[in-house]
């Protein structure tokens, strides 16, 4: 299975592409259209003052109606873009956490089976001198005991050669 890191998909240009998908497949919303102009059959100024300010009027309906519009279709647009933005992010984010746990998995276990194998090997060397100056400590206690019961031979033997002199002089006084 080949390695998926957040950082490998091309996340701007597919963000895009996909952005631009959605909405060049949304319809405008419908919207009434503006009433149309009332029309008067008297031809006089206040008539012409009173079509020029309803034509005014209307031109900023108009242009009121069509900035609410597109400001409608922005936030519109904007919305979904930022809920794809944000579902996007969050699935890069479950891919990088995914493969990061993963990951540290795998090191931990490495990590710690490697310790466990190093703390054997010290033990186990610590243990063997431990145990060789044991052997050696049994040995030089059985050569001490050897070498140091001669002496006490002699000297037994000697006290008691002693105490046979001692008894022999004072059996003859």
Known sequence: MPHLSPL???SSS???LLLFYVMSHLSPLPFPPPPPPSSSSSSSSSSSSSSSSYHTTMLLQDSAHDL???LFQSARYLSI????YLSFSVCTLSIYLFQSARYLSI???IFFSLHVIYLSIY???FFSLHMIYLFQSAHLSIYLSIYLFRPL???IYLSIYLSIIAH???NHA
């Not at 873009?81 to 794809?84: A, F, P, R, T, V």
């Open 81 to 84: 873009y930022l809920s794809i």
């Open 153 to 155: 031979r002699i000297s």
């Open 123 to 125: 033990l186990s060397i």
């Open 168 to 170: 022999s002089n004072s």
């Open 68 to 70: 609410s519009i597109y």
């Open 107 to 109: 090191y931990l276990s």
């Open 14 to 16: 597919l963000l895009f």
């Open 8 to 10: 490998s998909f091309p």
